[in-house]
């Protein structure tokens, strides 16, 4: 819809080309009547009464004009009040939208009852005469209005499109509409058939005598009709073809816009048709769309952008292999304290700070966020995607988390880094799994937090990651000593940073 500024002006613009369109139709009409009429009711035969007098051309033009000016009052009364609610960007009411949707048929039955209205008088001004004349006029009458009704018809139809698609912007009705093939062949037959066959019964009358005096010329009407009948013609066809053939640009145009990722473009519904159907699927194919598009954005968020391309490539079945990955285990420390102290709303606050800086980290190293439990969070280096220095990234994550997490106030933190085996795939049933990594190296990488908490640095590796880590990391740690982890019957060489490994030689040598 238009913005509600100018509406006025946007109002009458549209009025306007109704109405000229209107003009037009009558005219097409109207010249049609008067041409039959005047080059067909004329004869020189002694005793015959001529349909071309005075009083019949003030009368045709004084119906003509008073119809004009009737079909202006009608069309205020049903088209204005739509106009109106368009041009200031209103939503309309259930009955506005009806009262849009019916708005052709039911100007179309204004023409056609004005039409017939104004034939009738005519015929009625001239029944004293010659029963060939009623006859003449009767049929300019019929060839006259199929014309215009069919031209105005379409003129309504294609000047109040954004109307009736702004009335289709909901739900469009169940309704009946006259489908392309429909609306071609009835164009054809107001605008071509009837005008060639009154052509045709010009021509038979002129051997029958029924209608069509023997001493009126019929060469000037027959090239008229012909005329007539190749302008209306072409004008209803084009009328016809524009109403198929935008509304298919317009789809065209926002599929590039698809194309090119947008999902939040829609068309508007002209009408019932197949091409309204064709617009209402388009709309609804790219509903669909940005459904399934917000839904992956959605799974990316929760599993990780790695893991739910891996999802949507393999079939439903479960499974895994076995990977040389890094392992990265962090935990906060003092979490449950400042819970204890603090309203939920501000330890979420604290939690979603914690791991914005967890997840940038782990990132920007090519690594993947498994899981967050808690106040804590594994992350794994060289699984579901192959990355060829696992150790090295996961070592540089947890010195580039060591001096970021330093920001978080009330709480601390522990990092543990281990290298190894693992069993990387889904785990679950056929109905609810997860992708997730078991092992030993995972284990180890969460006893290696709790140890880490009480070093100074806030952070061990086992000395196995640093070896297989590349050299231009690996001279940013240290060797740190042994343990025996909980849970665990061999020895864990440990590692620190070298500045972290400098301080805890600080605090050991006091």
Not at 112 to 128: D, K, R
Not at 253 to 272: I, K, P, W, Y
Request: charged residues 20%; contains cysteine.
């Amino acid at each position: 819809m238009p913005p509600p500024r100018d509406w006025m002006r946007t109002a009458v613009v549209l009025r306007m080309r109704y109405s000229a369109g209107l003009v037009v139709a009558y005219g097409v009409g109207a010249a049609e009547l008067f041409l039959i009429v005047v080059l067909l009711g004329r004869s020189s035969a002694p005793g015959a009464q001529s349909l071309v007098t005075l009083r019949n051309a003030v009368t045709l033009t004084v119906l003509l004009l008073i119809s004009l000016a009737i079909a202006n009052l009608c069309t205020t009364k049903f088209v204005w009040p739509a106009l109106r609610w368009y041009s200031r960007g209103e939503e309309p009411t259930d009955v506005q939208r009806r009262e849009v949707l019916d708005m052709a048929t039911r100007q179309t039955l204004v023409h056609v009852g004005l039409w017939v209205a104004c034939g009738a008088i005519f015929i009625a001004m001239n029944l004293g005469g010659d029963g060939r004349n009623i006859a003449l006029i009767a049929l300019a009458v019929v060839f006259g209005g199929a014309a215009m009704s069919c031209l105005g018809y379409l003129v309504t139809e294609a000047t109040l499109r954004p109307v009736i698609a702004a009335a289709m912007t909901t739900t469009p009705p169940q309704r009946r509409a006259l489908g392309v093939t429909q609306r071609l062949v009835i164009t054809w037959l107001l605008c071509t058939a009837i005008p060639v066959t009154a052509i045709v019964a010009i021509i038979v009358d002129r051997y029958l005598h029924w209608v069509v005096r023997a001493d009126t010329p019929i060469n000037a009407p027959i090239l008229i009709l012909a005329v007539t009948a190749i302008i209306a013609g072409l004008w209803g066809t084009v009328l016809v073809a524009r109403s198929v053939s935008e509304p298919v640009r317009q789809v065209g145009r926002a599929m590039g816009e698809v194309e090119r990722g947008r999902t939040d473009v829609s068309v508007g519904v002209h009408d019932l048709s197949e091409i309204g159907r064709l617009q209402m699927g388009f709309n609804s194919m790219v509903a669909g769309i940005a459904e399934r598009e917000r839904l992956r954005d959605l799974f990316n968020r929760h599993v990780g952008h790695h893991v739910a391309s891996r999802a949507m490539e393999r079939d439903e079945s479960l499974g895994g292999d076995v990977r040389q990955v890094a392992v990265l285990f962090i935990d906060l420390t003092g979490s449950t304290a400042f819970a204890d102290t603090h309203p939920p709303t501000e330890v979420a606050a604290l939690l979603n700070d914690f791991f914005r800086i967890v997840v940038t980290a782990v990132d920007n190293h090519q690594g993947l966020i498994n899981k967050f439990n808690g106040d804590a969070a594994l992350a794994i280096f060289g699984a579901p995607v192959a990355n060829p220095d696992p150790a090295g990234a996961a070592l540089a994550t947890a010195r580039e988390l060591r001096s970021a997490l330093r920001s978080l106030e009330s709480v601390d933190f522990g990092i543990g880094v281990s290298y190894g085996s693992v069993f990387a795939g889904d785990i679950g049933a056929e109905h609810r799994y997860e992708y997730t990594v078991i092992g030993d190296p995972v284990n180890e990488a969460a006893r290696l937090t709790e140890l880490a908490k009480a070093r100074p640095g806030r952070i061990l590796a086992a000395h196995q990651a640093v070896m297989m880590a590349d050299r231009s990391e690996a001279e940013h740690w240290k060797r740190r000593g042994r343990t025996i982890l909980r849970g665990r019957r061999s020895r864990t060489v440990l590692a620190e940073p070298v500045e972290a490994a400098a301080s805890s030689a600080r605090l050991l040598g006091r």
